[in-house]
């Protein structure tokens, strides 16, 4: 079997990671409008909060409140 070549694989990690902060940084550079984000929204928050998501963490914390039989 072979060995993993741990110096490769970290390679293609730093050079995927330089490739999206030049990516990132272009994209800064080249300024951002509204319509770059899916939702319209310039801080990349949701449009509308989703309420049963909201309704979900309240029972959980019910729950968690409630001592165990």
Known sequence: MAKPNYQ???RQRE???K???EEKAQR???GHSASDT???NEDGAP???D???AADAGDAAADQAKPAD
């Open 8 to 10: 490769y694989e970290k």
């Open 15 to 17: 050079l995927e990671k």
């Open 19 to 21: 490739k999206k902060k």
């Open 28 to 30: 800064k550079a080249s």
């Open 38 to 40: 899916p939702d319209g």
């Open 47 to 49: 449009s509308q909060p």
């Open 51 to 53: 309420a049963d998501n």
